[in-house]
Each structure stands twice: as C-alpha cells, then as structure tokens.
C-alpha cells in the first residue's frame, strides 16, 4: 500500500510502515496537485479536505481516514458512492479536551476569584469531548445542565435541558457539538443575545457553531463575558478582532495531547486492517516518559488544582504564545503543541485518600 499521511500524525512508523510506503505532508497541502496518484490509503487530520476533486487525482484509493473525531472535511457521501472505505477516531481527543476545558474553567475561576463549583456549568453536546468535560466537573461537585437534543430522542438518560433553558441558567456554557447544518451558527446573533450579562463561554468544537461576526459585534456590549476560544471561522486565519476580545486563545488544540494522537492512529488502524492484524497497544507505541512525580503536601483546593492542571499543561502560556505568533502562525503553533501530555503521565504522591479519588477521577496517576 501507499500511504498519504498528514505530518503532525503520531506512530505513524510502527503502525503502518510494514505495510508500505509512507508519504507524509503538511495537512493543508494535502491536494489533488501533490498527492501521488497511486496513493492507496489517506491518513488525516481536519485541516484536509476531501472532496470529488482530491478523489478524481486518486484512483486507486482505497481508504480515508481521518484521526478526529469530526467528518465535516470528508464529503463522506461521494466517498460511499465511490466505494472508498472511510473512519474517523471517535474519542481519541476526549481526555485531552476534557482536560482542556478544566484547565481553562479553574484559570477563569482563579482570575476572577470566583468559585467554580459555585457556578451552573451547561454543557452543549455529550458526545465523547462533552462527556469526558461532563465526568471531570461532576467530580469536582458542579452543578451540571446537559443539552443533547439527538441523545434525548433517543432515550439516553440525562436529565436533560433545552437549549433556551440551559442559556437562561447557566453561568457557564462550553461547546461539544459537530459541525453540520443544524449546528452552523448555532450560536447566532440573535442566540448570544440571549447569554446572561456575565457568561463564560467556551468554544472547544468547531469555530462555525459561533458566528465569530456577531460575537465581535456583541462583546463590547458585554464586558463581563469571558470567552474561551480554541476553534474559530476562517481557520488558520481566525478575526483578529475577536482573538483581542478573548481572555483565553488557543489555536484549535483543546484535543492535542501525545497521548490522543496516539490513539487516533490506533483507531486508524483498526478501522483499515479490522481483526486482520493486531493494533499495538497505547503503552507500546507510547515512547515518552511519565512526567516526573509531584508530592502533594497540602488537601486539594481550587488554587492548587489549578496549579496541578497547569504543570501539565500550561494554557495560559498557550495563549500568549499563540497571540504572539499571529497573523500568520497559527499552524505553527498547532505543531509546537504535538508534546503536550495528559494528565495520566503526570503520576502523583497523596496521602489523603479523599483527594487521590478525586485525581484519579480527573485522570491523574496516583
């Protein structure tokens, strides 16, 4: 087989190199005018999009896949008409995002010296990232508003909210929902409006579920707002405008993490060659050492949690790296996140027992 792969993919050697070439780009360059024409397989990221022009370049391609939990990139319904077998990796940035969203949730709080369980927190989509956001904040005792209207249809148990009614009482809302034509501007002008004067709004999905326009029109008039943005319109070229307005900017990297690409390539692998050929297990491919191991001397406390959180992962450093790097290196910054870990290589010392249970249920290694 030949393999086209995006660049910023993990374990792409031990993998697949036995079972052929491997061909890796930039994401964004992945095209019909430079992919070779007897690629057989295309392994991806978001950034690449597939379409009847790339698959015209392509004959002889047999799979696509895409390391992200999102297909909004892949016009899925020509690559079914085409017979080309398609996976995307469900789940394999859910830690990373949850974690993410954490690390964001407990700085705002520290910021403004707040305190977070004393806030309602809406949750918008329960897939795999709004579950894992959902899991780590019930831990810390917040109190929750769940809004997933296809999951309520289904009968899944929730309790369960309207979108209206999750914006009226909450203090906090972050965003978990794929992008698709029931979800483009989900958040449109008229829907912001509605947000209560003091909102913390977070954006860890896909930038067109924000229109990015209305938000810029509508913050001066909402100085309390604290927007957390990691995805944006017009990506790798998000408004400037609105970058200035945020109090935390990432450049599209709430699911990075060593650990979740990993993962999304396992998943690749999987879907390609099914029970055909084993999957190396996460330990195996995983070649960075643990983080070295912290002692905690004192009962957790949002203050020291938040510094826990932000030992392993700095977003606030992020976000000023990322503000300096603009107009023009966005990608940049999304390469220099590829090291970042998770919070199960971070083992840690306890001897309270309440406090290792909350750790391990945020995911550290105790």
């Not at 709080?109 to 927190?121: F, M, N, Q, V």
């Not at 989509?125 to 005792?141: P, W």
């Not at 491919?285 to 030992?311: D, G, R």
């Amino acid at each position: 087989m030949k393999f086209v792969a995006d660049e910023n993919m993990a374990a792409l050697e031990p993998l697949f190199a036995e079972h052929g070439e491997i061909v890796t780009m930039a994401g964004r360059e992945i095209s019909a005018d430079t992919v070779p024409a007897d690629t057989t397989a295309l392994l991806l990221r978001s950034v690449t999009k597939v379409d009847a022009t790339l698959l015209d370049a392509l004959p002889q391609l047999q799979f696509v896949g895409t390391a992200t939990i999102g297909t909004d990139h892949l016009d899925i319904a020509e690559l079914e008409r085409r017979g080309i077998g398609w996976s995307n990796a469900a789940g394999c940035n859910a830690q990373g995002v949850g974690e993410y969203v954490l690390s964001a949730l407990l700085l705002l709080a520290e910021r403004s010296g707040d305190t977070l369980t004393d806030k309602t927190i809406g949750i918008v989509g329960l897939g795999n990232t709004g579950s894992a956001v959902a899991k780590r904040l019930a831990a810390l005792g917040c109190n929750l508003l769940l809004c997933d209207p296809p999951k309520q249809a289904a009968g899944e148990l929730g309790p369960w909210v309207g979108l209206d009614t999750l914006i009226a009482q909450s203090d906090v809302i972050t965003l978990h929902v794929p992008l698709q034509r029931d979800t483009h501007h989900l958040f449109d002008a008229k829907r912001l409006a509605t947000l209560n004067h003091d909102c913390w709004l977070i954006n860890a999905s896909r930038g067109e579920v924000i229109d990015n326009r209305a938000l810029i029109e509508l913050k001066p008039q909402r100085p309390e707002w604290r927007l957390v943005m990691d995805v944006w319109e017009h990506e790798p070229n998000p408004l400037a405008e609105l970058v200035s307005l945020c109090e935390l900017a990432t450049p599209h990297i709430a699911g990075y993490s060593v650990e979740g690409k990993i993962r999304g390539t396992q998943m690749l692998h999987q879907a390609l060659f099914a029970d055909a050929i084993a999957t190396p297990s996460l330990e195996k491919l995983l070649t960075e050492a643990p983080l070295p191991l912290q002692s905690l001397t004192a009962s957790i406390s949002q203050s020291n949690l938040q510094q826990l959180c932000a030992s392993v992962y700095d977003l606030a450093l992020e976000d000023r790296r990322f503000r300096a790097a603009l107009p023009d290196g966005f990608d940049a910054r999304r390469k220099a996140n590829l090291t970042r870990r998770e919070f199960c290589a971070q083992p840690l010392a306890t001897d309270v027992a309440c406090d290792a249970q909350l750790l391990r249920q945020l995911g550290f290694l105790i």
